[in-house]
């Protein structure tokens, strides 16, 4: 996975400017998906200001302020890290920023339980066609869940118990968008051997 933030260019809105948006590129299927931030700017064509809330306190309501030229990279734990550029500070002032932003991407936990037995980590399991099997991810509060496999099969629950089972590796695929509207994407194998 790739990560981009910020930058210059247009809007959803089709005003030009300097942009807070974080974007995420998955090499593997060649798509973007966007992850936060404004898909806005302003039509005097300044930049998002920043909402910095209080010193080293995680908030949704956080967000770097419209930017450009800033540097950015990801740590061990797959937290990225954005320091200074050109842009907006929380007053809507235009210059170069000497701020530190961190952001922790949600990490979805996936678990299986196969007939009744302790809850286990993991996303692949193989089973036999009598077996029951339940599925979850966690966080399990707050947000929405899309739940997609094969034959049809739906769910907007953040656990699915007594999964259809049918005969060889079957996918099933969870979607968790959380309060801000970010999304995350985990899939299962569940092989029916």
Do not use: H
Request: with cysteine.
């Amino acid at each position: 996975m790739r990560w981009r933030v910020g930058g210059e260019g247009y809007a959803t809105n089709g005003n030009w400017g300097e942009l807070n948006d974080l974007w995420t590129f998955n090499p593997s299927t060649n798509q973007w998906a966007w992850e936060g931030g404004s898909n806005t700017v302003p039509s005097d064509g300044k930049g998002q200001p920043g909402v910095y809330g209080t010193l080293g306190s995680p908030a949704a309501a956080n967000s770097p302020g419209g930017r450009v030229y800033a540097s950015s990279w990801t740590d061990s734990s797959g937290n990225i890290w954005l320091f200074g550029g050109g842009g907006f500070d929380a007053y809507g002032n235009e210059g170069n920023l000497n701020d530190l932003w961190e952001f922790q991407p949600l990490v979805l936990t996936p678990s299986f339980q196969v007939n009744g037995a302790a809850w286990q980590a993991g996303n692949a399991v193989s089973v036999t066609p009598d077996s029951t099997v339940n599925l979850k991810l966690l966080p399990l509060s707050g947000g929405t869940w899309s739940w997609t496999g094969p034959s049809g099969f739906t769910s907007a629950s953040s656990e699915i118990d007594n999964i259809p089972l049918s005969a060889g590796a079957n996918t099933y695929t969870a979607t968790y968008t959380d309060p801000t509207a970010c999304s995350y994407t985990m899939s299962f194998i569940l092989t029916v051997q």
